[in-house]
């Protein structure tokens, strides 16, 4: 069926309040959206789905006190200290990285993959890790591989929120996350973590901020080894040592260089079936992308598309890509960035 007449049955089970087709059209729309490569649509109707059966599945009065009632407090109290909690299809054949930062995030796969023999012999299983590097060079991605291949729930925190400007509040949300997500066994993923975990001599600090080191220290120290923390920073030295030696694997996120770059376009152009329309001008267009993030990259030629697309509606066969046109939007991607730094 097509997305739209999916959509007119989502909306049509849901004026009738009809719950059973309503799940069965939404669990059809996520699958559409897998096959067709929609993948950020799939994660976010999955997490919609997933929210709703479980209230749905808690919708009974409940003994105060019994385990049911429990979990709803608890879901109540970190409700809004995180963004989402999603399960992931990204799998490595999303990301474009270093062959180094590939190969370590296999053994860290191959790790947690082999727990029942890692503790048979009483050795310890890596699960901090921090990702560090320039905006835009997959460090989030990372993290969403990493779940859709662990085949667990994420946690995404919510930053905004977790940090407070009463004194001690932002140690007792960290705890409120860490301790949740180890009854879960999730992943708990911390985006621009430099924010709360900066080097203690900062004089500005006043000692808010070595407390919440010092918390995060001991919440790290009591991790369970099933339970994993995915960190994100583009100010590695803006975090503090004893943090820092804390984490099983620091991972490197850099610029992408020729390959990489040519490897993002074919991704990129692959998945939507277009072509350039002067295709001897790739050479070109890498090193015109040189300097840029993979985000960077894929955004403007993703625009590209969008506006080549519109402006020759009526082209036979694959959709082509306005050369000129990416050129300019790099070429602007680029000032804007000199603006900005």
Same mark, same amino acid.
Not at 68 to 80: C, M, S, T
Not at 179 to 188: G, K, L, S, T
Not at 223 to 245: C, H, W
């Given at each position: 069926?097509?997305?739209?007449?999916?959509?007119?049955?989502?909306?049509?089970?849901?004026?009738?309040?009809?719950?059973?087709?309503?799940?069965?059209?939404?669990?059809?729309?996520?699958?559409?959206?897998?096959?067709?490569?929609?993948?950020?649509?799939?994660?976010?109707?999955?997490?919609?789905?997933?929210?709703?059966?479980?209230?749905?599945?808690?919708?009974?009065?409940?003994?105060?006190?019994?385990?049911?009632?429990?979990?709803?407090?608890?879901?109540?109290?970190?409700?809004?200290?995180?963004?989402?909690?999603?399960?992931?299809?990204?799998?490595?054949?999303?990301?474009?990285?270093?062959?180094?930062?590939?190969?370590?995030?296999?053994?860290?796969?191959?790790?947690?993959?082999?727990?029942?023999?890692?503790?048979?012999?009483?050795?310890?299983?890596?699960?901090?890790?921090?990702?560090?590097?320039?905006?835009?060079?997959?460090?989030?991605?990372?993290?969403?591989?990493?779940?859709?291949?662990?085949?667990?729930?994420?946690?995404?925190?919510?930053?905004?929120?977790?940090?407070?400007?009463?004194?001690?509040?932002?140690?007792?949300?960290?705890?409120?996350?860490?301790?949740?997500?180890?009854?879960?066994?999730?992943?708990?993923?911390?985006?621009?973590?430099?924010?709360?975990?900066?080097?203690?001599?900062?004089?500005?600090?006043?000692?808010?901020?070595?407390?919440?080191?010092?918390?995060?220290?001991?919440?790290?120290?009591?991790?369970?080894?099933?339970?994993?923390?995915?960190?994100?920073?583009?100010?590695?030295?803006?975090?503090?040592?004893?943090?820092?030696?804390?984490?099983?694997?620091?991972?490197?996120?850099?610029?992408?260089?020729?390959?990489?770059?040519?490897?993002?376009?074919?991704?990129?152009?692959?998945?939507?079936?277009?072509?350039?329309?002067?295709?001897?001008?790739?050479?070109?267009?890498?090193?015109?992308? *040189? +300097?840029?993030?993979?985000? !960077?990259?894929?955004?403007? &030629?993703?625009?590209?598309? %969008?506006?080549?697309?519109? =402006? /020759? #509606?009526?082209? *036979? +066969?694959?959709?082509?890509? !306005?050369?000129?046109?990416? &050129?300019?939007?790099?070429? %602007?991607?680029?000032?804007? =960035? /000199? #603006?900005?730094?």
């Amino acid at each position: 069926m097509m997305p739209s007449e999916l959509i007119k049955e989502i909306a049509k089970y849901g004026l009738e309040n009809d719950q059973d087709n309503l799940f069965k059209a939404l669990t059809e729309l996520i699958e559409h959206s897998k096959q067709h490569k929609k993948v950020n649509l799939a994660i976010q109707l999955q997490s919609l789905l997933r929210d709703a059966l479980q209230q749905h599945q808690a919708s009974g009065l409940v003994r105060v006190g019994s385990p049911q009632y429990l979990l709803r407090e608890q879901d109540k109290e970190v409700g809004e200290l995180i963004i989402d909690k999603v399960t992931s299809d990204y799998r490595f054949d999303s990301l474009v990285c270093s062959a180094e930062v590939k190969k370590e995030l296999t053994l860290f796969i191959q790790e947690h993959g082999s727990l029942n023999l890692l503790q048979e012999y009483d050795l310890p299983i890596s699960n901090k890790l921090i990702f560090y590097g320039p905006s835009g060079c997959g460090k989030t991605l990372a993290a969403y591989v990493l779940a859709g291949e662990l085949k667990k729930m994420m946690v995404v925190v919510n930053l905004g929120a977790i940090i407070s400007a009463k004194l001690g509040e932002t140690s007792k949300n960290l705890a409120k996350i860490f301790r949740r997500a180890a009854q879960e066994e999730c992943i708990i993923f911390i985006d621009e973590f430099d924010s709360i975990g900066k080097i203690r001599d900062y004089k500005q600090d006043h000692g808010e901020m070595k407390r919440v080191v010092n918390t995060i220290l001991q919440l790290f120290d009591y991790l369970p080894q099933q339970s994993i923390v995915i960190t994100a920073t583009n100010q590695i030295d803006m975090i503090d040592d004893a943090l820092l030696r804390r984490f099983d694997l620091k991972l490197k996120f850099n610029l992408p260089d020729a390959t990489h770059i040519k490897e993002i376009i074919a991704k990129t152009m692959k998945n939507n079936t277009f072509a350039l329309d002067y295709p001897r001008q790739l050479a070109t267009l890498i090193r015109a992308c *040189k +300097g840029l993030s993979y985000y !960077s990259i894929q955004r403007t &030629l993703i625009t590209s598309m %969008k506006r080549s697309l519109l =402006q /020759k #509606k009526s082209q *036979k +066969g694959k959709p082509k890509i !306005s050369t000129a046109l990416w &050129l300019s939007l790099l070429k %602007k991607e680029k000032v804007g =960035q /000199k #603006k900005t730094a």
